[in-house]
């Protein structure tokens, strides 16, 4: 049985080489991508396009509207007194938040009455304008005096301290997860079509007419990918400490172990769809549709998935990144044990295992 | 005559292309497995990702270690359990304990009452507490910290300390700051984008592969025709599906329709021109279906989810990749759709965007052409 396997593997292996472009995309992709997508995505909110309407135009209302700009968020796009003016900024877009400063601000302060600012913003990305509302609560916090009103009691100030990433930086957030989608799109592309080219081009006859089994057939053909995938997923990692400062915190063992564990499942995803489907378009389609959308949005790995409504939490099991992803986080962000991520491994292996069975049921009808 | 003549060519051309366009429709009829993949999966994914891709954060798990033990520590913590932001999941007697809630996400933020807390307020300064956040969930993280900070304001405000000047926020354009109304619409484009592209770059690679196209060469048909004919149809199946699509998005995620429904459509055809334009560019490139799928994959479908402003935000990129959005047809389709969505602008405002898609579209189109004549040269 072994011996069959490495035939095929050794088959694979010998076309896989005679297109060397397809292998040197599958090895080289993922680092290419981590390399690119980590410089390019954050999610640290900045250059906010920003207005200041100031009818006050007293010394108090400038130093508010510069505590804005001094805090490097915000970026001036348009001042003025008339505040109609905001609703075509708006509209278009070119401006996302605006301070409208009220006349009477200067002398209310002066005069140590209680006084508001108007904060105008785009809400239409939610994630943005929240945290733009965080900061200028920030701001307006840091500017107003404090009084005591018949005070029994001080203030309570916090102490924030963040644990596994103290700058809060979003590329040692994404880096992991960006890893875990490359590694999945990466992994059905070089197995879906596998399968079923065979059926289209009418080779599988000529398997048929071998002592091959399906089980033999599908691991020996899934094998030189698991080593070419195994490959693109050590350089990604290696360009995750070299260039984004992601350090792994875990054991490298377990982190190699749970990787492989993840490779094997999502490269067996590709394997089932090249079974189920009878021509490489529909494999394809097949392919890019299950493996992209669902990892890039159920995956956790941009969407917080304790936010999503208890059924599609559940419907998040059927996607091998989620496994992969929160063990990822926890080896090398957080340094963990396998007493902490043993279920998102099990996972992985039951993934995979039944993903396997699947595939060999319907091979064995098609052999 | 010679106008007869005319007349009867262009007859016989659009005869032509009628036939290409009949034998594509009975292509795609053949093979049982595409339609319920073309009109089923974009709604089931439209659905489930809808629901999924929301990024308001719940109540964060919040751990709770109060060494002060006092009346005052003890109302601390019941403004934090009766917040609508957090949801008490440990208390613990030593600070010690937070290493496994946070590691196993148990807990997002912890919270520590240290001893003394009452004894300093009551002395007339601030009460410290400390506020330990998971970072490695850099989202839930840095939210749970503000959620927090909203929490220890109202605390102080309660206690009779408060800030002179305040901060009245107008929300614009989705008021309850639904993340859903702004990440609907952009799923559409993106499914769109999916489905129209992969169909049409595996449509010609697929003739190629299989030798047809050399049967279609020694036709009477020219490489405009050809390439004609082959678009309609998936234009068509883009129209149907985004015909099947929005009925989700109107009545079953509720996304306010605020602009004309007639502009949405409109604008997009020259979206659809792009998408079109790219899949049969793709072909051209691609020798194999396994070379399209992985060109389409990294190439052209990668960047449109991740450089397009879908999902994050173009001004937080750096500048050389906020020059690269503009190759991306998806950026200027985001803009139209979440535009007409939510803000209710029409062509007044969003011309900018379709000037750019048109331009795109007829530049991808023209260069796939070319690229397609010299294949068949």
């Not at chain 2, 997009?268 to 994959?297: D, K, V």
Request: aromatic share 8%; hydrophobic share 55%.
């Amino acid at each position: 049985m072994l011996r069959r396997t490495l035939a095929i593997a050794v088959k694979e292996l010998l076309q896989l080489r005679r297109d060397p472009r397809t292998a040197l995309t599958l090895l080289g992709m993922p680092m290419v991508m981590l390399l690119i997508y980590g410089y390019a995505l954050s999610f640290d909110v900045q250059h906010i396009r920003f207005a200041v309407v100031d009818q006050d135009g007293t010394r108090a209302s400038r130093d508010v509207a510069q505590a804005f700009l001094q805090s490097g968020y915000f970026d001036l796009v348009s001042q003025g007194r008339d505040p109609r003016v905001l609703d075509a900024l708006f509209d278009s877009g070119r401006v996302q938040a605006a301070l409208v400063i009220p006349s009477g601000y200067g002398a209310d302060l002066a005069a140590r009455r209680s006084t508001a600012l108007q904060f105008v913003l785009d809400g239409s990305d939610s994630q943005t304008a929240t945290t733009i509302l965080g900061y200028a609560r920030q701001i307006v916090g840091s500017v107003s005096p404090m009084i005591r009103k018949n005070a029994r009691d001080a203030a309570v100030a916090p102490v924030p301290l963040v644990w596994y990433n103290p700058d809060l930086s979003s590329a040692r957030f994404l880096v992991p997860g960006l890893l875990a989608f490359i590694l999945m799109v990466t992994s059905v592309i070089a197995t879906a079509l596998a399968v079923v080219r065979e059926k289209e081009r009418g080779t599988m006859e000529s398997l048929r007419a071998t002592p091959l089994v399906a089980i033999e057939l599908l691991i020996g053909k899934t094998l030189p990918y698991l080593l070419l995938a195994s490959g693109a997923a050590t350089g990604a990692l290696v360009i995750a400490r070299l260039l984004f400062d992601v350090h792994v915190r875990g054991s490298l063992v377990w982190l190699a172990a749970v990787t492989l564990l993840f490779l094997a499942a999502s490269l067996g995803w590709g394997v089932l769809v090249s079974t189920v489907a009878e021509t490489q378009q529909v494999a394809f389609q097949l392919g890019l549709l299950s493996s992209m959308l669902p990892t890039f949005i159920l995956s956790g790995f941009i969407f917080p998935i304790s936010s999503m409504p208890p059924a599609l939490q559940l419907i998040t099991h059927l996607v091998p990144a989620r496994y992969f992803l929160t063990a990822l986080r926890e080896i090398i962000l957080k340094g963990a044990g396998p007493e902490v991520w043993w279920n998102q491994a099990a996972g992985l292996l039951v993934y995979g295992a039944v993903v396997l069975a699947v595939a060999t049921a319907r091979t064995v009808r098609s052999l | 005559m010679g106008n007869g003549d005319r007349g009867s060519r262009a007859g016989r051309a659009l005869r032509t292309l009628v036939n290409i366009l009949i034998k594509e429709l009975l292509q795609l009829r053949r093979d049982p497995k595409i339609l319920p993949i073309l009109f089923i999966a974009p709604v089931i994914q439209l659905t489930l990702l809808g629901y999924a891709a929301t990024t308001d954060i719940k109540r964060v798990e919040l751990a709770v270690c109060d060494l002060d033990r006092t009346a005052a520590s003890r109302r601390l913590v019941d403004r934090f359990t009766s917040s609508a932001y957090f949801r008490v999941t440990a208390n613990v007697d030593s600070q010690e304990q937070f290493d496994p809630l946070l590691q196993s996400g148990r807990a997002r933020v912890a919270l520590t009452i240290p001893a003394g807390f009452e004894a300093e307020r009551s002395a007339g300064r601030p009460g410290r507490v400390q506020l330990v956040a998971d970072g490695a969930d850099a989202m839930s993280g840095t939210i749970g910290l503000a959620y927090a900070a909203t929490v220890l304001q109202d605390a102080s405000v309660a206690a009779g300390t408060v800030p002179l000047v305040s901060l009245r926020p107008t929300v614009l354009y989705n008021p309850d700051l639904v993340s859903r109304n702004y990440m609907v619409p952009g799923i559409l484009g993106l499914i769109i984008m999916i489905m129209t592209m992969m169909l049409t770059a595996m449509a010609v690679v697929r003739e190629s592969e299989l030798g047809t196209m050399e049967q279609l060469l020694v036709t009477p048909l020219t490489p405009g025709q050809l390439i004609v004919g082959k678009l309609i149809p998936y234009a068509l199946v883009g129209l149907v599906e985004v015909f099947t699509v929005l009925p989700v998005v109107l009545f079953w995620f509720r996304v306010p329709l605020r602009g004309s429904f007639l502009t949405l459509l409109l604008l997009t055809l020259p979206y659809m021109l792009c998408t079109l334009g790219l899949g049969l560019f793709i072909s051209t490139l691609a020798q194999t279906q396994q070379q399209a799928m992985m060109l389409s994959a990294f190439v052209f479908i990668l960047p449109q989810m991740l450089l397009s402003g879908f999902a994050f935000p173009i001004q937080n990129m750096p500048a050389f990749f906020q020059a690269l959005t503009y190759l991306v047809p998806l950026r200027y389709y985001l803009v139209i759709l979440r535009g007409v969505f939510l803000k209710g602008v029409g062509l007044a405002v969003l011309w900018p965007q379709a000037l750019a898609l048109v331009v795109m579209g007829v530049a991808i189109l023209g260069l796939a052409r070319l690229r397609f004549r010299r294949r068949l040269g």
